[in-house]
Structure formats: structure tokens, C-alpha cells
């Protein structure tokens, strides 16, 4: 399974850096975009840990929570 970022997830991620460097802590910005990510990341190997997302209500579309935020991913498995 591969794991692509959307515009959209890039756009809040660069927002989430943004605000970690107007209050004055980049490095608190950078740490916690890298744990979101690699949250993210642990479907690659373990697909079925993410909760199916009501909304969708479509099998490969997935949530996880990396409080106070919900990551959504669309899985596209290999042997698909």
C-alpha cells in the first residue's frame, strides 16, 4: 500500500508549521508534523488500525486520530 499526501493534507500541514513559527517554536512545529506523518505512515503496514470514516462509508477510506486533529487517508494497496 502506498500513501499519498493531498494538496489539501500539504496545505494544513504547511499551516500547522506556519503557526509553530509565529509562536516563536519551530522546532515544536517540525516535531509535530514529523509524528503526524509517521502516524500516518503505520497504515502502510497495518491498513485495517484506521477506523472507516462515517462521512465516506467507503472500505479504503480511513481515519486516524493524532489528537486534536483527524487523519484521513484513501488506502491504495498494492495487490489491488
Known amino acids: 500500500m502506498k500513501i499519498f499526501v493531498a494538496n489539501s ?5 504547511e499551516g500547522i508549521k506556519e503557526y509553530y513559527v509565529e509562536e516563536g517554536v519551530p522546532h515544536i512545529g517540525r516535531k509535530f508534523i514529523k509524528a503526524i506523518i509517521e502516524h500516518a505512515q503505520t497504515l502502510v503496514d497495518n491498513p485495517d488500525i484506521g477506523r472507516v470514516v462515517p462521512e465516506f462509508g467507503e472500505e479504503r477510506i480511513r481515519k486516524l486520530i493524532h489528537s486534536p486533529f483527524r487523519i484521513v487517508v484513501r488506502a491504495f494497496r498494492s495487490d489491488a
Open 9 to 13: 493534507a500539504h496545505s494544513d500541514l
